[in-house]
């Protein structure tokens, strides 16, 4: 089992930044990629972001590539989101997500990680 926590959402200004943390407990941490998604109201939960379980290769979606970005530490367990020049179209509950089996290849599809948390909320005012 994994248990993720996320923090650091909240009501922001357009242009501003934030940081998502994502704090990982259970299985092996530095085994298995991570993934951050976003739900607005109405529309399907889409792909933001995702990280190697080693960090070394990350993706991002067209949407955000060049304001936000993905990273890991795998000694404190967290993953992160960036988030630069946010935008009001920005606006959604963030989750993030573990994908296994352990030492995969990233994947995209939200249906296809296995662990969730509990989501945390960002609202972009404009």
């Known amino acids: ?8 959402g909240g009501l922001v200004q357009a242009g501003v930044s934030l940081r998502l943390s994502c704090a ?3 299985r092996t941490f530095s085994s298995y990629n991570m993934g ?16 190697s ?14 304001r936000f970005t ?17 935008k009001p179209e920005d ?3 963030y989750y993030c997500a573990a994908d296994f089996p352990p030492f995969g290849s990233i994947v995209y599809n ?7 948390g509990q ?4 609202t972009v005012s404009s």
Do not use: C
């Open 91 to 93: 606006t959604a509950v």
């Open 119 to 122: 989501g945390t909320q960002v």
């Open 24 to 26: 990982a407990s259970g």
């Open 53 to 66: 379980w080693s960090g070394g290769t990350t993706y991002a979606s067209d949407s955000v590539k060049g």
């Open 36 to 51: 951050w998604f976003r739900q607005a109201p109405g529309k399907e939960r889409e792909f933001v972001a995702a990280v």
């Open 110 to 116: 939200w249906r296809q990680y296995d662990y969730w």
């Open 1 to 8: 089992q994994v248990q993720l926590v996320e923090s650091g």
């Open 70 to 86: 993905i990273s890991r530490d795998n000694a404190k367990n967290t993953v992160y989101l960036q988030m630069n020049s946010l």
